[in-house]
């Protein structure tokens, strides 16, 4: 494959490169002038993020290659049903905003190692830290650069995937060293590049479709053409396979089962990823409560319109591709499907969509890579290796986590040693997150509205849902069989009996509830360390009211639309 991109596209993409570069330098500048605290003002931004600098901070540090790439994939697969990602997500961020935000803040909560150490005890806290520290590291950074350079790569060529990888850890690792305000602001750029880009790129592919069918330069017959042309990929449900049914509409249903996943799977990993996450609550941890709130709604008001921008390019490359017009794609895998749809834009405007892909995938290596170096520097450096750090010592010591931690990523995708393109992007971070999903979720949502949860639990709730992942996901159709009344297993395109991951993730979440509940039961009634709730913090004001009837009745018509 030939360079895609031109001297225009080169140059947008320089301008995208030195506007977010400069204003990352002028807040870094500006942010040393007033800060109070030299760690907090690195770590957490000192609480100066705005409302919307929070919610688009949170947008862009989640949009990511695994999206673009992912889900555009899963979408050129699928179909519109893989946007229950987004949506769900979208209804999971008005359950934090509304019920999760408040704990943390009235707790003065700043890492989430800090809340298992305050509700639980050290230990807890210390076996979460390696577990975040692992995943963020080989599962979530490994990822980002993986599908990142894929992507890129592609448009130049194909020669330059090693290249492309370590342009963008540099990238990141500049932005991600000015601490917490330096990403938080920069994200804002980040998420309008993203935005603005990923939308002009979906609007030129509908066109493309219009013209290849005959319609001429429209946007609204293009979505129609699509409709009309794949017709079953624009459905939210997908029923369970009957008997004989083809083993290609067997492997959709495994990674999307149906009204199933809505029962638990869906909400327990949304929920987990959004409301536990390190990576995600830091935005608004620093913030007060209102403050907090309205940028965390506001980002679920965003996350309506990201399969918009990630998933309905992958539609567009399926209906292109079985019309023959993208020919690259043969024989090739799903995830290079947002790729070949970049090669359709115009000069100028691919150097938009590059800028907008790249915006993404930095802001979340550098998001990821903070969150890193925020656990490892407050919840394993200063507790267990030098107590008597000062506030300078904290910094460099996250600025050395954040280099190391981007090397480390960069040596375990060099080759693809994980086999992050063997299982598929979006695939392979869901699966692997899960495993942690169920103990992590149990722990903090019990923790935080039982009083009677005690440590003893947390520590078994964790190993138990990490044990009952594996079961679900490893042994049980070994000692229960394919077809049971918790479950449906189906053959995998290995030929193995595989349960449907969300499935597994709903069972072993209600697993790990019930050995809590059973410990906790045989302990106080009131554990010493449980959170006295003030209700007053739940109640809602009249703006963020409105913002979450906007977004359940945008939900509503889309799930009545697309059902």
């Known amino acids: 494959m030939s360079n895609q991109l031109v001297l225009k596209d080169y140059l947008v ?12 330098y002028w807040i870094y500048k500006k942010k040393k002038k007033g800060a109070v605290s030299e760690s907090k003002s690195f770590f957490l931004a000192e609480g100066s993020l705005t409302w919307w600098a929070i919610g688009a901070s949170i947008i862009a540090s989640n949009i990511s290659a695994e999206q673009f790439i992912g889900m ?8 519109i049903a893989v946007s229950v990602y987004e949506w769900v997500g979208a209804a ?24 298992l150490k305050t509700r639980y005890n050290e230990t807890v806290a210390l076996i979460m830290s390696v577990f975040w520290l692992f995943l963020y590291v080989f599962v979530n950074l490994t990822s980002i650069l993986y599908l990142g350079a894929l992507a890129i790569n592609g448009l130049l060529g194909g020669a330059y995937f090693h290249e492309v990888m370590v342009a963008l850890a540099i990238f990141s690792v500049i932005i991600t060293l000015g601490g917490m305000k330096v990403i938080g602001y920069t994200d804002v750029i980040q ?15 509908l066109t493309v479709v219009s013209e290849k069918f005959g319609m001429g330069k429209d946007v609204l017959a293009g979505f129609n053409i699509l409709m009309q042309e794949a017709p079953d990929h624009f459905h939210m449900m997908l029923k369970k396979p009957a008997a004989g049914a083809p083993q290609d509409y067997v492997n959709k249903y495994l990674i999307l089962p149906g009204f199933g996943m809505y029962m638990a799977g869906q909400w327990i990993s949304n929920l987990n ?19 907090a709130r309205t940028g965390i709604l506001f980002a679920g008001l965003l996350k309506i319109l990201m399969p918009v921008i990630v998933m309905l390019p992958g539609i567009v490359a399926y209906v292109l591709y079985q019309h023959g017009h993208l020919p690259q794609l043969e024989g090739g895998h799903k995830d290079g499907a947002y790729a070949a749809i970049l090669t359709l834009l115009p000069a100028g405007l691919k150097g938009l969509a590059v800028a907008a ?8 290596l550098a998001g990821k890579s903070n969150s890193i170096s925020t656990i490892f520097t407050l919840d394993v450096y200063k507790k267990y290796i030098n107590t008597q750090a000062d506030e300078k010592r904290l910094v460099w010591i996250g600025r050395f986590t954040i280099v190391v931690a981007i090397i480390i990523g960069v040596i375990f995708t060099w080759n693809d040693l994980l086999d992050i393109g063997g299982a598929g992007g979006y695939t392979f971070v ?3 997150s899960s495993f942690i999903s169920p103990g992590v979720f149990a722990t903090f949502i019990l923790g935080m509205f039982w009083k009677r949860t005690s440590g003893t639990a947390a520590i078994a709730g964790i190993i138990t849902g990490f044990a009952a992942s594996l079961f679900f996901n490893q042994v049980a159709v070994s000692v229960f069989g394919p077809e049971t009344i918790l479950y449906s297993a189906f053959h995998n395109a290995k030929g193995e009996y595989e349960i449907p991951f969300f499935i597994s993730l709903g069972w072993s979440f209600l697993t790990t509830v019930l050995v809590m509940v059973a410990i906790s039961l045989a302990g106080p009634k009131i554990s010493a360390k449980a959170f006295a709730l003030d209700y007053e913090m739940f109640k809602l004001k009249p703006s963020s009211v409105i913002l979450i009837v906007t977004i359940l009745l945008l939900l509503s018509v889309i799930y009545v639309k697309f059902w």
Do not use: E
């Open 13 to 24: 993409f320089a301008l995208y490169f030195v506007i977010v570069a400069t204003y990352g």
């Open 72 to 79: 555009s994939g899963d979408g050129f697969f699928v179909g």
């Open 92 to 115: 999971a961020l008005i359950i934090v905003a509304v019920f999760l935000m408040p704990v943390y803040i009235k707790n003065k909560i700043y890492t989430m190692p800090q809340f």
């Open 191 to 205: 998420v309008g590049v993203l935005i603005i880009g990923g939308l002009a790129t979906t609007w030129m592919a």
């Open 273 to 291: 990823y959004w409301g536990c996450n390190q990576y995600i609550t830091q935005r608004a941890l620093g913030a007060d409560l209102q403050t």
């Open 357 to 364: 892909l790249t915006a993404a995938i930095v802001a979340s």
């Open 430 to 432: 869901q699966k692997y």
